[in-house]
């Protein structure tokens, strides 16, 4: 699993960045190394870039990049997934995500 598979609110333990040259060197310097644990902020609206925090740091990371770093999941990402998923703006006990209800 990559970190670009990753909903927001996950978090993850690095396995291993798969790009080498500057780009790998580049995410090594940010944190991105065997071990280290991190959490997803916020996913790439629009196909934009991540938001992750790790090693302290909030970081922002191309999905090109994201789709470079594998990770494991600690705990269970299909809560964060439902998560991520209403606050995109689907319906949530019959109203709008932000509780105002009617057409959104």
């Known amino acids: 699993m ?10 993850f333990r690095v396995v291993r960045v798969m790009t080498g040259k500057e780009v790998g060197k580049r995410l090594a310097d940010m944190g991105f190394t065997e071990g280290a644990e991190g959490a997803v902020v916020r996913g790439g609206f629009l196909r934009g870039p991540f938001q992750i925090r790790i090693r302290g740091y909030d970081l922002l990371i191309r999905r090109s990049e994201a789709a470079e770093i594998e990770v494991e999941p600690i ?17 949530v006990n019959g109203h709008g995500c932000d509780g105002r209800g009617g057409d959104e």
Do not use: T
């Open 75 to 91: 705990g269970d990402w299909s809560a964060a997934r439902d998560a991520a998923r209403n606050r995109r703006g689907h319906w």
């Open 2 to 11: 990559v970190i670009a598979e990753a909903p927001a609110g996950a978090s």
